[in-house]
């Protein structure tokens, strides 16, 4: 049976366990996403959106949709992918269902819990009821897919004027141990005017069996508050990930979005920001380092719809062997966003022969008092530099990865937890094939 | 120490270097001067094995070996280094760290251990203060922002630290100013030993006044066209290259 089949004949039996009232708003946003989805399917290489990533390999596996969570993992197994040297709260699933022997949850000054808590309990209706599925793209077949199914995922509300003490990190582990799987976390945060939030997110996949994700955050930033967002994607080349984060902010506010995508079969990033303000900033930052067959594609967008406001993209990717990567970045400045600041700005290094990048910027402007720039490189390791690191007696492989680090530095400076960039930093040896002695 | 024979080497097919000889000894320096597209750059490029060039004929022996197999780390453990006329901008390492790389990779290379991290530092403290340089510079990305007088002082920190047989200075005197020459001059005759020895690359003579070389080569087109002794740089400074040809 098709995928799709699939999950079309069993979303009778999703809407029947009885997760949200039938009268409920959520339950109607279910409804509908369903319909959307049922219309049109997955996307295929026709959408424009989707040109130049196709995901018939990942389709074509006969996933489990609701996978029983059959072995508890133990916190020694999966200590590495959390940035375990620092005090945090954890929000942590297993095969989509939350882990409250692996997770730090809290109720004390704010909200760090779970989604589908947070839909069946009335205390949270108004929220869920005024945030639930209100930026997620509900013409995107694959978040109307999410929504569908929604079912559980991390609850973040920060109320306004709190700055949260420690980080936040939210896992997704697939144990997968007998079969091949379809996740689909939804989470929702909502970071009050005046708090500061920074968290952590990461997929991960403990088996060789076949790990879809569908993910889809939204994310809302009110007045003056601030928000500092990590994407950790290091995942086995056997699971997938489809990644949709949609954020909106209020005026004042700085919402930054890092993502670091160093493996699985296939990777794709849809962030859209959202301005509903003056005076807004927004920072989409990414390092994409692959290589062997692997895919990573980043579709982003910043809308801007509101006056004095910027939006900063930069992102660097490295590949080799016969990996293939795709930025696609858009930048829409409406009419009345006069004394908009955009910058976008995609520099890439393609190590091999075999490898890929398709670069796609697009600036949409229709104000005219607007300072927007856009930049694209696509390029090799500059064999002088090479030559030169050579000359000090570091060898070939050596020196590529230290010119590489350089390359992608300027990203790499933006992670504003010490303990986090010194495990990308390392992450980035690693994939580098490299050990240079001292932490970069 | 350095034996340069009848050494022919080109690039895309075009030939740049057509017979040098040349012999280094121990506590030698010597200068080679020569107008633009002579062929200065190409032959510290072919010591120091940059792939670019194509060597065709001829050998570079260092103490009775060849170096022309050997790929540019490895001729670089075993003795030789090069200061840039361009050193490149590394974010994010930071000096120390890279130096410390490079002296634990020539170290590896040898078989000896990695330089403790507390005699790492002794060394760097040691070598800073004798080149005058401040160890705050060296906790800054490597070369990142730097100006042309700090890069070249940090070549010459560079060579300190890795303690070479051969040090070739190419083009060590461009866009340099006066104090800034001073500096780097002074830093190399610091080092100067009866041990190694310095080739230092120019165009010019005025840095010849604080790195005094015992001999000086004229190339012309490829070829060694006149040696003699420091005088010839104050001839050649007065006359200029056309007398020779």
Known sequence: MELKDKLIGSFLAFENTGLADLDSKVHQERTEAFNQFEKVGFPTKKDEDWKYTSLKAVLNTDYNLFPEMENNIELKDVKRFFIHEIDSYKVVFVDGVYSSFLSETTHEGCDICLLSSAIKKPKYKMTIDHYFNTIANKNDNLTALNTAFTNEGAYINIPKNTVLPKPIQILHFSTGNSQDVLLQPRNLIIVGENAHVQIIERHQSLSENATLTNAVTEIFVQKRAIIDYYKIQNDKQSASLIDSTYVSQKQNSIASVNTFSFGAKLTRNNLKFYHNGTHITSNLNGVTIIGDKQHVDHNTLVNHKTPDCESHQNYKGIYADRATGVFNGKVLVHKEAQKTNAFQQNNNILLHDGATINAKPQLEIFADDVKCSHGCTIGQLDEDALFYLRTRGIPKEEAQALLLYAFSNDVLDKIKIPALKNRITKLIALKLGVNLGFDL | ?245
């Open chain 2, 1 to 245: 120490m350095l034996h340069i024979k009848n050494l022919h080497a080109s690039v895309n097919d075009k030939e740049i270097l057509r017979g040098i000889n040349l012999e280094i000894k121990p506590g030698e320096v010597h200068a080679i001067m020569g107008p633009n597209g002579s062929g200065k750059s190409t032959l510290s490029a072919v010591i120091a094995g940059n792939g670019t060039y194509d060597v065709t004929q001829g050998d570079v022996v260092l103490d009775g070996e060849s170096l022309l197999d050997f790929a540019p780390e490895e001729r670089a453990h075993k003795g030789i280094f090069m200061s840039f006329q361009y050193p490149v901008e590394i974010p994010g390492v930071t000096t120390t760290n890279f130096i410390r790389t490079a002296i634990n990779e020539t170290r590896k290379a040898r078989g000896l251990a990695d330089l403790p991290a507390n005699e790492m530092l002794k060394k760097i403290r040691a070598t800073a203060e004798l080149l005058d340089i401040d160890r705050k510079f060296l906790s800054r990305s490597l070369n990142e922002g730097f100006s042309g007088g700090e890069k070249k002082r940090n070549e010459i920190f560079q060579m300190a630290m890795l303690e070479p047989k051969l040090a070739i200075l190419d083009e060590t005197d461009s866009g340099l100013d006066i104090d800034a020459l001073k500096i780097v001059a002074n830093g190399v005759n610091k080092l100067k030993n009866k041990d190694n020895a310095i080739l230092v690359i120019t165009h010019y003579q005025r840095l010849l006044d604080y790195i005094i070389p015992d001999f000086v080569h004229v190339l012309h087109n490829g070829k060694i066209i006149k040696s003699g002794g420091k005088e010839l740089a104050y001839e050649l400074e007065e006359k200029g290259y056309d007398w020779l040809k």
